[in-house]
């Protein structure tokens, strides 16, 4: 949808959890606000600092040095307030004081859905980059922070391996992801870990067991189980696990390690090519869209649309990934 008014400020925000490659979003926003004649504002700790009032003129220098730093330069705060529409209101008239012709707001689920019902309401032109190192936005392959939370934790569990192999012992690494299992589908996969345990898919316990003293029978001295925080309590699995296989199992819970560091190159390539393209699409007038990466290709989808669809776990690459630690 088009809106008549042309667009001269813009905003940004970041609310909700931070991501790896936020930084790097609200360079590429920035930047090509600036190279477009447009002026922009930070608006600082999510929502809250909306609310507050806590917005700051951001220049080409104030972005400087930011690409490889993790977190976000202008800081969140998770705002349960913002489910009160006076709380939105008062949002909204500070929006308008500041004259802010349209906003990018770079985020979750969360922020995904607060902010379409910012637009509802009050018709503010928004974009949506995504920015979650859970990977559970429908409308883009990765979101920004996912391929670094990723390799963060495949790096943490190479580790584990070598104790896991010197004591010929079983680890249970619990890995972040609220109701899915996208972090531990790939983490599972590429750390080579003998069994995954996702909310998407029932385990079966005895079935679990009984891989690992298949494997301990033909000469296996390390297993690695990978759980999604929302599937299972690892100390559970642990529990479980040790009663059946009579194995030495130790629990390592990964948490909020996977969301900080400095970005990858993908999650960094991703922040660069959705954040410029966001400013773009406010430029031409849109609203109420999320730009993604589709196999490559930045895309747009309306909001209404992402929140709609359920992004599906790739059941192929989970039997692959069983498959090739069998
Ligand atoms: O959504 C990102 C995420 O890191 C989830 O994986 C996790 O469940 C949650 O945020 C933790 O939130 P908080 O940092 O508020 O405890």
Same mark, same amino acid.
Do not use: Q
């Given at each position: !949808? +088009?809106?008549? %008014?042309? $667009?001269? &400020?813009i905003g940004v925000i970041t609310p909700g959890g931070d991501a790896p490659g936020m930084n790097t979003a609200i360079r590429a926003v920035v930047r090509t606000a600036i190279y477009n004649g447009l002026k922009v504002y930070g608006i600082e700790r999510g929502w809250q600092g909306l609310i507050e009032g806590k917005i700051r003129d951001l220049e080409l220098s #104030? =972005?400087?040095? $930011?690409i490889n730093k993790g977190g976000t330069m202008l800081h969140t705060h998770r705002c349960p307030e913002f489910k009160n529409k006076e709380v939105r209101k008062k949002a909204c008239e %500070?929006?308008? +004081?500041?004259? $802010?012709?349209g906003l990018v707001v770079i985020g979750g689920d969360g922020s995904l859905h607060a902010s379409y019902v910012l637009y509802k309401e009050f018709d503010i032109p928004i974009i949506n980059i995504p920015a979650s190192i859970d990977n559970d936005i429908y409308g883009t392959d990765y979101s920004i922070g996912f391929d670094t939370a990723v390799n963060t934790a495949v790096e943490a569990i190479d580790k584990i391996r070598d104790t896991a192999t010197s004591h010929e012992r079983v680890f249970v690494v619990e890995v972040m992801g609220r109701n899915n299992g996208f972090i531990a589908l790939d983490v599972g996969l590429t750390s080579g870990a003998e069994a995954i345990i996702i909310p998407e898919v029932p385990f079966n316990i005895d079935a679990i067991s009984q891989k690992l003293r298949y494997g301990q029978q033909r000469g296996k001295s390390s297993f690695i189980v990978v759980v999604a925080e929302g599937a299972a309590k690892a100390h559970d699995i642990a529990k479980a696990l040790e009663k059946r &296989? %009579? /194995?030495d199992v130790r629990v390592s819970i990964l948490g909020h390690m996977q969301r900080g560091g400095s970005p #990858? +190159? /993908?999650s960094r390539e991703a922040a660069c090519k959705l954040g410029s393209r966001a400013v773009q699409l406010l430029k031409e007038g849109k609203k109420a869209l999320m730009v993604g990466l589709i196999s490559d290709r930045v895309i747009e989808t309306p909001v209404e649309e992402v929140m709609r669809k359920k992004k599906p776990i790739d059941m @192929? =690459?989970?039997k692959l @990934?069983? !498959?090739l630690a069998s």
């Open positions: !949808m +088009a809106t008549k %008014k042309r $667009i001269k &400020t #104030s =972005v400087g040095g $930011i %500070k929006f308008r +004081a500041f004259n $802010i012709d &296989t %009579k /194995l #990858s +190159a /993908l @192929a =690459v989970y @990934a069983n !498959m």
